[in-house]
């Protein structure tokens, strides 16, 4: 059973730092690409960025040069690290492993909040 576990989200001040963190289980880890998303209250969940199992990386441009998505297959967690954070970042930000032809689903983890004041 495929399970994913986000941590990480907090209250952090404008132009602040948070590192989310996403571990997963029952996966082999290392053969997927892995993404992250967003969600906002009253908004539509977004995509914010994705690896690949090879480690290349693509952004949302609302996050581009701020955030990186990084990826470490030893110990089967995904990562974000969110730098220069803005008020329009905060959000409930969940991790996804996408479907694949074997198992015909996304997996979504939990979701943490991420809340970023003035």
């Known amino acids: 059973q495929v399970q994913l576990v986000e941590s990480g989200g907090g209250l952090v001040q404008s132009g602040g730092s948070l590192r989310l963190s996403c571990a997963a289980s029952?996966?082999?880890?290392?053969?997927?690409?892995m993404a992250w998303y967003r969600q906002a209250p009253g908004k539509e969940r977004e995509f914010v960025a994705v690896?690949?199992?090879?480690?290349?990386?693509n952004y949302a441009d609302s996050v581009k040069g701020r955030f990186t998505i990084s990826r470490d297959n030893a110990k089967n967690t995904l990562y974000l690290q969110m730098n220069v954070l803005k008020p329009e970042d905060a959000a409930v930000y969940y991790c996804?492993?996408?479907?694949?032809?074997?198992?015909?689903?996304?997996?979504w983890g939990q979701g943490t909040q991420v809340t970023v004041s003035t």
């Open positions: 996804k492993l996408p479907r694949t032809v074997v198992s015909g689903k996304d997996y």
């Open positions: 029952g996966t082999i880890f290392s053969f997927n690409d």
């Open positions: 690896i690949s199992r090879g480690g290349a990386t």
